[in-house]
């Protein structure tokens, strides 16, 4: 897999600018718990930040009030500088997009069809899509292993497929920050480590790349760095060299972890 030639470029040819994500002392709750207290961090472009903790510590909510779809309790997240709550919806999804964990499809679609949706950001009111947004459309769909799959009806792929359309969709929007919840869902190994790499190579081209992740070994190999929630207010952030260890890991999920190395890779497991 690799990255759809132009997802960089505006149609006129000229780069996009580089556009940073930040979080100013934000509180994320649900309900009477405080999952995340005073997140300060910013999310740099030309970085692959990994998202972990254990289940319920708030890491699709912190992603989410990140998109600008919930509001923090307390806090302000920041996009090119600007408060998101400043921005239309529209702005917003010029330069940020979002991956959700879980992809319910309301109608049957085309994947094509499906594809074109992230192109809707780009398109003034009532304008349809033109030749040059099908060309990234179907050029997404083959960064991700769909080739061929543009005329096939939705509720005939498998949960794998329709995750890689998502991530297609996510591809064409061509956002300079991608929020990520959960990526590997569904997919098998090799599509796995294929649109993760091919993440890692648009964080390589000066996008940033934020994705929540359960798997440490997964994490490690593809992180810049790491924002670790303890899911009790507590948060550490820093590079993934650092964060990413047995002693780490092994607080985070309250169960003990080991690093073996092989083949120069880090490699985490259940002790």
């Excluded at 759809?4 to 930040?22: F, I, K, V």
């Excluded at 997240?77 to 319910?104: I, T």
């Excluded at 890689?164 to 929007?173: E, H, K, N, S, T």
Aim: glycine letters at 8%; a neutral charge.
């Amino acid at each position: 897999m690799s990255v759809p030639r132009g997802a960089s470029q505006r149609e006129d040819g000229t780069r996009r600018r580089s556009c940073t994500l930040a979080a100013r002392d934000l509180e994320v709750s649900v309900g009477a718990r405080r999952l995340v207290k005073d997140l300060s961090v910013e999310f740099r472009p030309g970085e692959f930040v990994a998202v972990l903790g254990r289940n319920g510590s708030g890491k699709t909510l912190t992603l989410h009030t990140l998109a600008g779809l919930r509001r923090p309790q307390a806090g302000t997240v920041h996009l090119d500088g600007l408060p998101m709550e400043s921005l239309s919806r529209r702005a917003v999804a010029l330069r940020l997009g979002l991956l959700a964990q879980d992809v319910e499809e309301s109608f049957v679609t085309t994947a094509l069809e499906a594809v074109l949706v992230g192109r809707h950001p780009h398109l003034k009111l009532w304008q349809w899509e033109s030749a040059a947004d099908e060309r990234i459309a179907r050029a997404a769909l083959t960064a991700t292993d769909l080739d061929g799959f543009e005329e096939r009806r939705t509720d005939t792929l498998s949960g794998g497929e329709l995750r890689r359309v998502a991530v297609a969709a996510l591809l064409a929007q061509e956002p300079a920050v991608y929020l990520l919840d959960e990526p590997a869902n569904h997919l098998d190994p090799a599509h796995l480590l294929g649109i993760l790499g091919l993440f890692k190579e648009l964080s390589a081209a000066g996008k940033t790349v934020i994705a929540t992740l359960h798997d440490p070994t997964v994490a490690a190999r593809f992180a810049d760095r790491a924002l670790l929630l303890h899911g009790d207010g507590r948060w550490a952030a820093g590079s993934a060299a650092q964060l990413l260890t047995a002693a780490r890991l092994s607080e985070l999920y309250l169960a003990p972890m080991l690093e073996v190395e092989k083949d120069g890779r880090r490699i985490f497991v259940s002790a």
